[in-house]
């Protein structure tokens, strides 16, 4: 049995979002249909599409690794043409080879979803525009680099955030059990909560996160990270080859808890959750309410966690896009909570150097916003 066919083995007790009954999804070949309405949800390469329209979300990867691989393209013209003039450069030949091979995995990425739909469904959904908005792949694959490729640095991050989710959790639960981890990105955090927690329920809404996920689980993959532009010192650290491997050497302490069944990782939506009320006893959102509507996304916190269930967040509060009115502080999201129907419980900051690359000379300190809500 491959490790991947051990994720999902808990992914029941959910909600069907066509006509909201409590069910267990049941699962036949490439799909996972309601019992109660018979409506289909499909499974694409092996992940859960639990979203109202599947499709449009895989046409919204095909368009996102596309821009990936056009900005790869750009730099690509670039770095040809200044190993031309400076062909001494053995470098700038690493820095065209990591680019290329970049764009063989995203293209493979891409493939994928064409043999799914058909590219003529893609390009339709494309001309109707009815892709939904995505995050950045670009932005999304830095979070692979710091989850899967056992750098000091990038430890240290992760650690100080599990630890602390760990830490609250034991300081104001005692029966936690079904872990939420929405926006789950990359997964490091929902793998590390999987070590922990009977059932961990990570979930994100661009289907490109989870294709390199699910990539990672099934084997080693290797990705380049050129640093021409990020402020480094040694040329060895310029063209950086980056094997993301879901485990340490040497180590299985996460492949040992997805063999137990306790990770599921599906594509889903954090505004429009496939639950039922009163389902979950924790959520734990890291680098998140700061990218979604958060009054909207609370709503779905409020339904789905138990009475007396306990909601985390640990993240910036940098809101990089969307509207305005959703630009909360620190104090009124703890008022929001408040008056929503929870209790705080504490509140601070988590102090990292966000998504640190070692070789990088620049970081940024990172004072993340910390609370824990119970509801009550
Ligand atoms: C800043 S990243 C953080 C990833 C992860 N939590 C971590 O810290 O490693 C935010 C993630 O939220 C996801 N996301 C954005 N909107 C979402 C939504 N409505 N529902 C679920 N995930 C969403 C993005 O695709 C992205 O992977």
């Known amino acids: 049995m491959s490790l991947v066919s051990h994720l999902n083995q808990k992914l029941s007790d959910t909600a ?22 018979n409506h289909t949800y499909p499974v694409f390469d092996q992940i859960p599409l639990l979203l109202q329209d599947p499709e449009a979300s895989l046409a919204a990867a095909h368009s996102q690794h596309q821009a990936l691989i056009d900005s790869n393209e750009k730099w690509l013209e670039n770095v040809r043409d200044a190993s031309r003039r400076q062909p001494e450069r053995e470098l700038l030949g690493q820095a065209i080879r990591a680019y290329e091979s970049n764009n063989v995995y995203l293209k493979r990425l891409q493939t994928s979803v064409e043999r799914h739909l058909g590219i003529q469904k893609i390009d339709e959904l494309k001309e109707e525009d009815r892709l939904p908005k995505q995050y950045d792949l670009e932005e999304g694959i830095v979070f692979s680099h710091r989850d899967w490729c056992w750098s000091p640095g990038a430890e240290a991050e992760i650690a100080k955030i599990a630890n602390t989710i760990r830490d609250v959790v034991t300081d104001f639960a005692d029966d936690v059990d079904r872990v939420l981890v929405p926006g789950a990105g990359a997964g490091r955090f929902a793998c590390e ?14 289907v490109y996160m989870a294709q390199i996920f699910y990539d990672i689980v099934a084997q080693d993959v290797t990705l380049y990270k050129v640093n021409l532009r990020s402020n480094v010192a040694k040329t060895e650290d310029v063209v950086v080859e980056d094997t993301l491997s879901l485990d340490a050497p040497g180590d299985d302490r996460i492949r040992a808890a997805l063999e137990q069944g306790r990770l599921s990782y599906f ?12 389902a979950l006893s924790a959520i734990a959102c890291v680098y998140f309410i700061d990218i979604v509507p958060l009054k909207t996304h ?21 809101y990089m896009r969307g509207d305005t009115a959703n630009m909360l502080s620190g104090e009124e999201i703890l008022d929001l909570f408040r008056n929503s129907g929870f209790d705080i419980l504490a509140d601070g900051t988590v102090t990292n150097t966000q998504l640190t690359s070692s070789p990088v000379i620049t970081s940024v300190l990172s004072h993340n916003f910390m609370f824990v809500a119970r509801k009550r």
């Open 298 to 318: 609370l709503n779905e916190i409020r339904r789905t966690l138990k009475p007396g269930g306990l909601f985390i967040n640990i993240g910036p509060l940098r």
């Open 193 to 206: 909560l999987a070590t922990t927690y009977d059932s961990c329920l990570a979930f994100d809404y661009c």
């Open 267 to 278: 594509i889903t939506n954090a505004l429009d959750l496939p639950f039922p009320g009163n």
């Open 16 to 37: 069907c979002l066509n006509c909201r009954t409590p069910v267990t999804l049941s699962p036949s070949p490439g799909m996972l249909t309601c019992p109660a309405c």
